[in-house]
């Protein structure tokens, strides 16, 4: 299994939403990075994720999310009406994926960005969240950055 944080801001798409969602899943669509695309491209049904609130009064990791569908074209980027239309994108050769996640559950307590850049340099050193200068969507998460962040929540 692999672990992966998913960002996005609230007034977009928050965790609530993706909880009132139909079958508690959504596709992740609108990814317009190419290492985040190849970072879902490789995400394996069952996988897990942070769900991470960004661009908001306090981010942080607000709950968990499971993979339930993987990799597959992002309809969104050859729609000319969605905010995420790409036109070098062609629906016989995509250049954009997307994965349906399903909420899992809320995390008890929010763990914010602040908390975390607290461990940046010894128990989360090397996650790319922490990381200056890092606008990724989505990123990978290591087993043991994933074991220590659970152990955060209590």
Partial sequence: MNYWLFKSEPEEFSLDDLKNAKARR?????VRNYQARN???????GDQGFFY???CPEPGIVGIVEICREAYPD???????????????????????????????????????????EYADSELAGLALVRRGNRLSVLPVSKPHWNFILKLER
Avoid: C
């Fill in 53 to 55: 609130h960004s661009n």
């Fill in 39 to 45: 970072f879902m491209r490789s995400m394996k049904k």
């Fill in 75 to 117: 309809h969104t980027a050859f729609d000319p009406n969605d905010k995420h239309f790409d036109p070098k994108s062609d629906p016989e050769n995509p250049r954009w994926f997307m994965v349906d996640v399903r909420y899992k559950r809320r995390l008890k307590r929010l763990i914010s960005l602040q908390e975390l850049k």
């Fill in 26 to 30: 959504d596709h992740w669509d609108g």
